[in-house]
């Protein structure tokens, strides 16, 4: 018996796995082509547009870093094994409560923002909790929680200043300590530079003549970019992010070699409130402004670009960088059919169309990598 | 004789108002593979997870090494040293075999000061506790969904082994499997055994129990039948006791004693 078992040599009936096919089962490859295509695609119909002028390329970076952050706590979200269909209406909720706080109350904005993020932060962990509690779909407790915050966020506004707009940020933000790390700008020396030079354009008349078009990098993308960064190190490179892959892929198996799979989801739940309290102070500092139809239609695109990024909808399976390209793919599009004079209802058609070709191909993969057939 | 690793005396298991062990008595020593066999419904899960730290016994006393026990959930077996492999939930397939060796046990190196997962010593842990366990693996990164049944619960067994267990439960691990998966199932145990692990092999199947077992006991309806040394009961006779004697004898002989 010990004898038979012992096979020294690979087995024979497996074959070599080329270079090519070992390429092809990374979760980032759907998101790696997709960005290829669109960038060549923009660069034949749109090259000379604006498109990828400065001012061009701000314009769409700004649209892709919204995607990312919230497509961040999305994607760790799913991979953990879980879905939050309420991140459109945590975005709004959040923006909302910083405006009350700040402009109806005249707290300061350091605080407004500070006891925001602790109540989407307490939302998110609420969300998870009842997930785990009861056993049900995320899907569903999501869901409720989808209209319960949407209800709050236009009742409030209205019930307090029988208006849905709540503006004036920016005035009670002058001076802030903390709302610039959401609304500043950062590198502006750097793009005065640049104009000074004639590497970027600047404005040649009125007021601001000489400054440049685009003055400096916008805290939002910076925001981006760490979160991707984070995300990305979390999920690959550490202890939590091997709980967060087994919590998705098997929880029970996960927990019976001791991983605290409730834990890890909370934590995730948390994580995802915490990018869509980003995404909306970053909002109302640009804007000023907090409205009751902020973030609609969010959490949706939010999962579009995970899976566009190569997630299986199903968990335990997925990557950050993926998910950013996917974030970068959509705000690509979006702003890239306007460029090229497209009209911008079929950027829905094509929506729509990608989130299928995805799905194939990451069903595919994932056949590919357990060898399912 | 070397003492008992695990004596478990007159454990009761009561849910409700069934009655799912009724004073079963076991000792399992270090070094040698216990079968435990059973029909569907005999107790031998309850058993199991009874020692393993998933249930509490309703009544009867768990002697680890001497000393007597309580598990207050299965984390306590495990820190203990008593691993169990489940059937069908001992791998995330979708993960890679290192990632699967070490969840829930990540190495881990400071960089900054900041705890990372060091891939390179799990990466070459896993490809050497492999290669003992004879299963080449294209790469550490290979996903458990590539491997085969046999192959994951040998994985499953390794990972048991490497991180110190002295007692291992398996959970029919041979139930879902082939001729030759079997066999290579059988031949860990084998190899699991010789290094003075005590294996608690619990199987229906009295070919695979008899091929490795030292010693055998049977559950039936909660109680246990008796418990025999290798060489002193047939497979006829484990069969009988499985099955609760007389019914079973009248059905083999319908089916020409093919079972």
């Known amino acids: 018996m010990t004898d038979t078992a012992t096979p020294d040599t690979s087995d024979e009936r497996v074959k070599e796995m080329s270079a090519f096919r070992k390429a092809l089962i990374r979760p980032e490859l759907g998101g790696i082509c997709g960005t290829i295509i669109v960038f060549l695609f923009f660069a034949l119909f749109a090259h000379d547009s604006g498109m990828f002028n400065s001012q061009g390329v701000m314009n769409w970076s700004v649209v892709s870093a919204q995607f990312m952050i919230i497509a961040v706590g999305a994607c760790l979200l799913m991979i953990a094994g879980e879905f939050d269909l309420s991140v459109g209406s945590m975005i709004g909720f959040a923006g909302m409560m910083i405006a009350i706080f700040s402009v109806t109350l005249s707290w300061p904005v350091w605080m407004a923002i500070l006891v925001t993020f602790a109540l989407c932060l307490a939302l998110g962990a609420l969300n998870g909790f009842i997930v785990i509690r009861t056993g049900l779909p995320s899907f569903i407790v999501t869901l409720a929680f989808l209209f319960i915050l949407r209800g709050f966020t236009i009742y409030f506004p209205q019930t307090i200043e029988r208006k849905t707009i709540i503006g004036g940020v920016k005035d009670a933000a002058e001076g802030d300590w903390l709302a610039p790390i959401f609304g500043g700008k950062i590198l502006t020396g750097l793009f005065q530079w640049l104009g000074d030079n004639g590497l970027i354009a600047v404005f040649e008349r009125g007021t601001r003549a000489g400054e440049p078009v685009v003055d400096g990098i916008p805290m939002l993308i910076v925001w981006a970019l760490m979160l991707v960064v984070f995300g990305h190190i979390l999920l690959t490179k550490t202890r939590f992010g091997n709980w967060i892959f087994a919590s998705g892929g098997d929880a029970q198996a996960a927990r019976y070699v001791g991983v605290p799979v409730n834990r890890v989801k909370i934590l995730m739940f948390m994580f995802t409130a915490f990018c869509a309290c980003v995404f909306a102070t970053c909002q109302v500092m640009e804007f000023g402004s907090a409205g009751a139809d902020r973030g609609l239609l969010k959490e949706f695109e939010a999962i579009i670009a995970v899976v566009i990024g190569g997630a299986l909808l199903t968990g335990g399976y997925g990557s950050v960088i993926g998910a950013a390209l996917g974030a970068l793919i959509f705000g690509v599009v979006q702003q890239g059919l306007f460029f090229a004079g497209v009209e911008s209802s079929l950027f829905r058609v094509f929506l729509g169309v990608l989130l299928l070709l995805a799905v194939i191909l990451n069903t595919y993969i994932r056949r590919m990598i357990t060898g399912e057939r | ?259």
């Open chain 2, 1 to 259: 004789m070397a003492d008992p690793i695990i004596r478990m005396v007159d454990i009761e298991k009561h849910f409700g108002r069934v009655i799912a062990l009724a004073g079963v008595t076991l000792e399992i020593f270090p070094g040698e593979c216990h079968c435990l066999l059973g029909d569907n419904g005999a107790g031998k899960s309850t058993f199991i997870k009874t020692m393993s730290g998933v249930h509490k016994p309703t009544h009867g006393e768990i002697f680890f090494e001497g000393q007597p026990l309580h598990f207050d959930d299965p984390r306590d077996a495990i820190t203990a040293g008593i691993a169990t492999v489940y059937q069908d939930l001992a791998m995330i397939p979708l993960m890679s075999v290192s990632r699967n060796f070490f969840m829930g046990n990540e190495p881990l190196k400071r960089i900054a000061g900041f705890p990372f997962f060091d891939h390179a010593r799990a990466n070459t842990v896993t490809m050497e506790e492999m290669r003992k366990m004879g299963i080449n693996l294209r790469g550490p990164d290979q996903a458990v969904g590539t491997l085969s049944g046999g192959e994951r619960q040998t994985v499953a067994i390794a990972r048991a082994v490497y991180f110190g267990a002295k007692v291992l439960i398996l959970d029919e691990p041979t139930s879902a499997l082939g001729v030759r998966q079997t066999s290579n199932v059988l031949a860990t145990i084998d190899r699991v055994r010789k290094k003075g692990i005590a294996v608690v092999f619990i199987t229906h199947n009295v070919r695979h129990a008899l091929a490795v077992g030292d010693r055998f006991t049977v559950l039936n309806r909660g109680k246990t039948m008796g418990t025999a040394m290798q060489g002193e009961i047939t497979p006829e006779e484990l069969q009988d006791l499985m099955a609760g004697g007389q019914e079973m004898a009248e059905l083999e002989g319908s089916l020409g004693g093919t079972v």
